[in-house]
Each structure stands twice: as structure tokens, then as C-alpha cells.
């Protein structure tokens, strides 16, 4: 069974600019979850995805967005990049009816 | 709210000594609860898990007993090794609309050396 995929791996962008991460989550998951670590800090929940709806976001401006395609798949945004964007970020994925994560390997973006 | 507190680190032990690291937690709901592992530049894997009051998750050597009545999850392990060092996370997961809400605790970041 695959894993959960993310991609890009790395991503470097300038302050002002708009950054695109992807996720495919393991087949049969529904819901996807979105998370930001920063270096040294835990993670802050950012966004969770469930049947295609967004079922709850964290505390982070408007400008973090995303959505969650018709295969489950999830895209999340960040516009008006500012430095301190600068972080891993983490998608993981879930089966219907559990609490149990899976983890993508991040996509680490890097705002100079 | 729920929410996971757990043992600041960093946690600096010799090889094939014991390990705990203590999380506790509040939720108003039955949450299941959850150690996750994240090894120097990979993602969180999930290290053992406990869906129930009493019930213990082993994995790897590690062990964690969920209790009630203390509102703990403490993560165990009896001879840690090198290839322990990594970050620990201590999760819960509720009941939430449609479906499940995970929050983690803060992270504890365990140094082994030979």
C-alpha cells in the first residue's frame, strides 16, 4: 500500500509570492489533515479535510487556504508569503472512523 | 478545550538506559490517545496507540498505559538505544464533527549516546 505522498519535497519562494503544496493521501483514506512545524516548535494544526469539506482550520490567517479534491487528494496555499512561513509542512491522512494518523515525509518551504 | 501537555526536552540519556517520558492530557469526550515518533528529517510515524481506559500500546520495546483516572500516557522504554534519538509526540484524538480532531502535545526531542 503507498503512503501518503507530498510534493513538492523542497520549496523555496520570495516574501510576497504564492506557495502550492500537494498531498495524495493511502487509498481508502478520506480525510485529510494539514500541519505547519516550524523549526524547534511542535506542530500547529492547520487544516483538516473530510469528503471533499473543510471541517475545521486552526489559528493561521486567511491567506493559508486549501482544498480537498473528488480522489481525496488536498492542495494547500499560502499567499503573501512572509518569512516566518518558513517551515515543514506536514499532510496526513485518515481512514473513516479513526483517529489515527498517517504522515506524508513533509514538503519543507523555505520563504527568503 | 482537549489538550496534550508533555515533558519539556531535551532528554540526554546513555545508551541502554530507561526512558520515560510523561504526557498528560485533558479532553471532554473518550479520546483515544497516541505516541508518535519523528526520526531527524522524515515525517511522524505512529510509534503505539491506546483507545480505551487501561488499555496498554507496545511498539519497538516502548510501552505507554492509558489511565483514566490520572489523565496520563507516559512513554516507556526499559534500554533506549542510539537509534532512539528522535522526536516524541504525544497525541489525542476526539470526537469532532464528521469525524476525528488530533492535537499534539509540544514534542519531546530524546538525545541517546553511546
Known amino acids: 500500500e503507498a503512503g501518503v505522498t507530498q510534493s513538492p519535497t523542497h520549496l523555496i519562494k520570495t516574501r510576497g509570492q504564492q506557495a502550492t503544496l500537494r498531498c495524495s493521501p493511502i487509498?481508502?483514506?478520506?480525510?485529510v489533515y494539514w500541519y505547519q512545524q516550524a523549526l524547534g516548535l511542535g506542530l500547529q494544526f492547520l487544516l483538516w479535510?473530510?469528503?471533499?469539506?473543510?471541517?475545521n482550520r486552526g489559528n493561521f490567517p486567511p491567506r493559508f487556504s486549501g482544498r480537498q479534491f473528488p480522489n481525496y487528494s488536498s492542495e494547500l496555499n499560502v499567499n503573501a508569503l512572509e518569512l516566518e512561513d518558513s517551515a515543514l509542512y506536514l499532510c496526513?491522512?485518515?481512514?473513516?472512523?479513526?483517529?489515527?494518523?498517517?504522515f506524508g515525509e513533509g514538503s519543507r518551504l523555505t520563504v527568503l | 478545550g482537549n489538550s496534550v501537555t508533555q515533558m519539556e526536552g531535551p532528554v540526554t540519556l546513555s545508551e541502554e538506559a530507561f526512558l520515560t517520558i510523561n504526557c498528560t492530557y485533558t479532553?471532554?469526550?473518550?479520546?483515544?490517545l497516541f505516541w508518535y515518533v519523528q526520526y531527524p528529517g522524515e515525517g511522524l510515524q505512529l510509534l503505539l496507540k491506546?483507545?480505551?481506559?487501561?488499555d496498554k500500546g507496545s511498539n519497538k520495546g516502548f510501552e505507554a498505559t492509558y489511565r483514566k483516572e490520572t489523565t496520563s500516557f507516559h512513554l516507556e522504554k526499559g534500554s533506549v538505544q542510539v537509534s532512539d534519538s528522535a522526536v516524541y509526540f504525544c497525541?489525542?484524538?476526539?470526537?469532532?464533527?464528521?469525524?476525528?480532531?488530533?492535537?499534539f502535545g509540544a514534542g519531546t526531542r530524546l538525545f541517546v549516546k553511546a
Open positions: 479532553a471532554t469526550g473518550y479520546p483515544s
Open positions: 497525541a489525542l484524538s476526539d470526537r469532532d464533527t464528521g469525524g476525528f480532531k488530533t492535537i
Open positions: 496526513a491522512s485518515s481512514r473513516p472512523r479513526t483517529g489515527e494518523l498517517f
Open positions: 491506546a483507545t480505551k481506559a487501561d
Open positions: 487509498s481508502g483514506h478520506t480525510s
Open positions: 479535510y473530510d469528503e471533499g469539506e473543510e471541517r
